[in-house]
């Protein structure tokens, strides 16, 4: 943003400042004002604490960035990496399912078209146990989905989100994480000759996947006595890198195409959600791409008071900027979006987690938050004790689901009541005179003393995010609706969304490191610590 802007984000938090939020909701039109809907995806901002004005100058702003010529362009396939020189074609995936006529180009919507109807045969014959043309052998009833980052926690957060989904056909495991501990552990629990492994890598260079794989696939091939060849029947790929998956003998009717136009973070919707296409079968996969499709219309068509995405990026613009909040929480009302922060950290984080515009000149504010959290009512006892009282306010959305996939009533309704009462808790908190006249005993002092630690300050700010139930649909929308999020926090705070230089120092450190761990010299170019380190596990192992 420019300073003018920035200033007069800062001229709107000190005005907004002094009223609390109780003041704020003491406006009986609150929720009427700042609830909006797209499908079956509900986002209550009236607990975030901003007024009518503040937003007319977040409004400005975003209006100001040009928005909406933002979104058309990358609806459109416009280069929005630039640092990479790609285009941003995530939309595309789902433009099948979209209302409106998609402005991708043709030769992509072919393409993408052309693999969703690959993965739909391949799903089919797998499902009738019938995948021989593939080179799969029969009685696979384990799949493995082997990948990290983007290629493991969308995947992952929407085949345990829909576990109402599921068709039962298999047992899915995901493998993200080089730890031989899990792996050695899956091996030991699942029977190689059925089992099938997705090697889902973009790059195809990643480490903990290629490494995994082959782990597995010599796993595999012990159990027909060391014959590789029929190892190499239990692998499908999917990747960018077509080319390097030939290499390790998987032919190509087994290699699913992935895109430089979809981030690996963004990738769900394409060949990388071949697991989740699995677990709840075809029909539901493309639900699932519906959902989002019915987020991308919205996106492109609703004013920007009423568009869902913008608005969930204003505020979280107002909360980091303007009021100067540094983290925020993800706090899923529903075991199955257990996954959900770890999802939408990376999906955050990485894409947004930069310090410097594509010209290379730092950005004029604070860009991405921490983003953390984990399901309630869990974390309600664990850390909300420190949300409520802490010295630092974190922001939170707070994301239920309104009907239940159980008959359980009494549970469902304690959740929900849950979500409720802790968004009006930290909007609303408890005065000190309020905890003063609840303590009876003691000194004056002493009831002073208790109050004070019974006070609860509130004003600190939430959205509620309500499902109308848990459904492909609506798990598609409500990633959609952050994807967007994201892309317009990135227009405002002027960064590329689409790009990750930040983990690759480590990648080639991790490189240079390996073989003095296991058995080379210990190159002096090292630093003094890593060098200890090394030598303290060459040492002990
Ligand atoms: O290291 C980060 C990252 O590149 C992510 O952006 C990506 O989702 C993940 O690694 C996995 O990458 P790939 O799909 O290429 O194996």
Redesign the pocket.
């Known amino acids: 943003m420019q300073d003018a802007q920035l200033e007069s984000l800062a001229r709107e938090a000190a005005r907004v400042a002094p009223r609390h939020l109780r003041d704020l909701l003491s406006d009986e039109n609150r929720y009427a004002r700042w609830s909006h809907r797209a499908g079956p995806v509900l986002l209550d901002l009236s607990k975030q604490k901003l007024d009518e004005p503040a937003l007319d100058a977040l409004g400005a702003i975003a209006q100001a960035c040009g928005w909406e010529a933002r979104r058309d362009a990358m609806f459109a396939g416009a280069v929005l990496n630039a640092s990479e020189q790609r285009p941003v074609l995530h939309t595309a995936l789902r433009a099948i399912e979209s209302r409106l006529p998609s402005p991708a180009p043709q030769a992509v919507r072919d393409e993408i078209d052309a693999t969703l109807a690959r993965m739909a045969a391949l799903v089919d014959a797998l499902e009738r146990d019938a995948a021989g043309d593939y080179g799969i052998p029969a009685g696979i009833t384990d799949i493995v989905n082997l990948?990290?980052?983007?290629?493991d926690l969308g995947p992952r957060l929407a085949v345990e989100a829909l576990a109402a989904s599921h068709t039962g056909r298999f047992r899915l495991h995901f493998l993200p994480n080089v730890d031989g501990h899990e792996t050695a552990a899956l091996m030991r629990r699942i029977d190689p000759k059925r089992t099938l492994v997705l090697l889902?890598?973009?790059?195809?260079?990643?480490q903990e996947?290629l490494l995994n794989g082959r782990v597995l696939r010599e796993w595999i091939a012990n159990a027909y006595g060391g014959d590789d060849a029929a190892a190499a029947g239990h692998f499908v790929a999917v990747s960018a890198n077509v080319a390097a998956a030939a290499k390790l003998g998987i032919p190509p009717e087994r290699v699913l195409p992935m895109w430089d136009f979809v981030?690996?973070?963004y990738?769900v919707w394409s060949a990388v959600g071949l697991v989740l296409a699995l677990a709840i079968g075809m029909p539901n996969f493309r639900a699932f791409l519906r959902g989002a499709a019915l987020m991308d219309d919205h996106f492109r068509t609703a004013s920007w008071r009423e568009n869902l995405p913008l608005l969930a990026a204003l505020v979280g613009v107002w909360n980091r900027n303007a009021l100067g909040f540094p983290a925020h929480g993800v706090i899923p009302y529903h075991d199955g979006l257990a996954e959900l922060p770890a999802f939408l950290q990376?999906l955050e984080m990485?894409s947004l987690g930069k310090r410097v515009g594509a010209d290379g000149a730092p950005v004029a504010q604070s860009t991405v938050p921490v983003v953390w959290g984990s399901v309630g009512t869990n974390a309600q006892h664990a850390f909300f004790q420190a949300l409520h009282q802490g010295t630092d306010v974190v922001p939170l959305d707070l994301i239920g689901v309104v009907r239940p996939a159980h008959a359980l009533k009494d549970n469902h309704d304690a959740l929900l009541a849950n979500l409720l009462a802790q968004g009006a808790a930290f909007a609303l908190g408890k005065t000190f005179d309020a905890a003063l006249a609840e303590a009876t005993s003691g000194t004056d002092d002493e009831r002073r003393a208790l109050a004070a630690q019974r006070t609860f300050p509130g004003d600190r700010p939430s959205s509620t995010i309500l499902l109308d139930a848990l459904t492909p649909e609506s798990l598609g929308a409500l990633l959609a609706l952050y994807e967007h999020k994201v892309l317009m926090q990135a227009l405002l705070w002027d960064i590329n969304a689409f790009d990750?230089w930040g983990?690759e120092l480590g990648?080639t450190l991790a490189k240079a490191i390996l073989p003095a761990l296991v058995d080379g010299d210990v190159p002096a170019a090292f630093d003094a610590s890593t060098r200890g380190l090394i030598q303290a596990i060459r040492e002990k192992s």
């Open positions: 990948g990290i980052g983007g290629s889902v890598s973009k790059s195809f260079t990643t996947t981030g690996g973070r990738s990376q990485e990750q983990v990648k």
